[in-house]
C-alpha cells in the first residue's frame, strides 16, 4: 500500500538519540524504525480489544458448560411462553 498519509509528531532530544540508535542498529531509517514500532503498538493494543484471557481452569469450565446441554426448567419454559406472546412471527 502506498504510503500517501502523514503523521508528525516531536519527541526530546534524548528519545530522538535513542530512536536513530535503535534504527541505526536494526538497519532503518528512524522513520521506518518509528513508524513500524508506532504500527506494532497500536496492533497490539487492538488485538487486546478482542481477546479475554482467563485462567485455564476457567476456560475448562466454561467450555465443559457449553458443551453440556441445556437442561429445561420451568423458567425457560416460562420464559419462551413469554417471547411467544410478545414476538410476532410471520
Do not use: C, W
Not at 503498538?41 to 479475554?52: C, E, G, P, S
Not at 458448560?65 to 419462551?80: F, G, H, K, Y
Amino acid at each position: 500500500m502506498p504510503r500517501t498519509a502523514r503523521f508528525e509528531f516531536r519527541v526530546d532530544p534524548d528519545s530522538k538519540t535513542e530512536i536513530e540508535k535503535a534504527a541505526a542498529v536494526a538497519g532503518e531509517s528512524a522513520s521506518d524504525f518509528a513508524r513500524r514500532a508506532a504500527v506494532e503498538r497500536a496492533q497490539a493494543i487492538l488485538r487486546q480489544q478482542h481477546v479475554t484471557v482467563v485462567p485455564p481452569d476457567y476456560f475448562d469450565t466454561l467450555m465443559t458448560e457449553l458443551d453440556t446441554p441445556a437442561q429445561s426448567n420451568e423458567r425457560i419454559r416460562a420464559a419462551v411462553r413469554r417471547l411467544d406472546e410478545v414476538v410476532k412471527r410471520s
